[in-house]
């Protein structure tokens, strides 16, 4: 869908996500939010606070699981997506800390395994995901699923790509503070989301949502394997969609 500005399309979505909480209050149900960081969610994440400030919309029922953080990494650290997400989200509405969950980028190594298990069985256990939120990297990542990635790949440690790491150097001053590595939620439980929302803004996204729209699907380009998802779409601006 092509809309005239990430404004414009960040509110309709927020305006969704909005009416799927308020669908599920009334069923007393959770609501489980896959979420995204990068600076494509921002404004769905401003809107969605508005519309807990101004319009009465209550996340209590509300069940998060953020899709990546660096690894290693401080929740308290600049960077960390854990720091991002409180001050944009967590911070400003009413829902519950206990249910914002972001792979720990502070674990020792040998534990990493057994907690990606473990994230993805709470996942798992609420029976997947009711909306899921991404963002798209340069070469077409989706989380941290760099080229390469499988479609049944699960939660995991990966090694960033050199353009990854180049992209997020500017957070980091320099590629030499930039980590090698982040937890990233798989392929497999994105692909599972009962409805998955991708955002891309201006020209530069051009190209990448070009190939992962119109192009093969391949695990070179990791947001192709939405083509295949039943409830998928591309939520972009003009400039994002200019090759389409
Ligand atoms: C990072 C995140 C991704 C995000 C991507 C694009 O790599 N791990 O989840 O989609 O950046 O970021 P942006 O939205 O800033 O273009």
């Known amino acids: 869908v092509i809309f005239e500005s990430s404004e414009v399309a960040s509110k309709a979505v927020a305006a969704e996500i909005a009416a799927l909480i308020r669908k599920k ?51 308290d650290a600049i960077q960390s997506y854990v720091r991002f997400m409180k001050k944009l989200l967590f911070d400003q509405i009413d829902i519950d800390p206990e249910n914002c969950h972001i792979p720990d ?17 709470k996942i ?15 070469n077409g990542h989706i989380g941290f699923n760099e080229s390469g990635s499988l479609p049944n790949s699960k939660t995991r440690l990966v090694t960033l790509d050199h353009i990854t790491r180049v992209a997020a150097s500017q957070d980091f001053q320099g590629l030499y503070n930039t980590p090698k590595t982040a937890i990233t939620i798989g392929i497999k439980q994105i692909m599972r989301a009962k409805k998955v929302v991708l955002f891309a803004w201006g020209e ?3 190209n990448i949502i070009n190939k992962a729209v119109e192009g093969p699907i391949t695990e070179q380009v990791p947001a192709s394997y ?3 998802h039943p409830n998928s779409v591309f939520v972009v601006d003009k400039g994002a969609s200019s090759l389409l």
Do not use: W
């Open 124 to 138: 798992d256990a609420l029976g997947g995901i009711d909306f899921q939120i991404l963002g798209i990297g340069g």
């Open 25 to 75: 209050q009334e069923a007393n149900e959770m609501c489980v939010l896959g979420l995204a960081t990068g600076s494509s969610p921002k404004r769905l994440y401003a809107e969605l606070v508005r519309l807990h400030k101004e319009e009465d919309l209550s996340f209590k029922n509300v069940i998060t699981f953020n899709l990546d953080e660096y690894y290693p990494m401080e929740p």
């Open 204 to 206: 530069g996204k051009s």
């Open 226 to 228: 939405l083509q295949d």
């Open 105 to 121: 980028g502070t674990l020792a190594k040998e534990d990493i395994a057994d907690y990606c298990k473990a994230f993805e069985a």
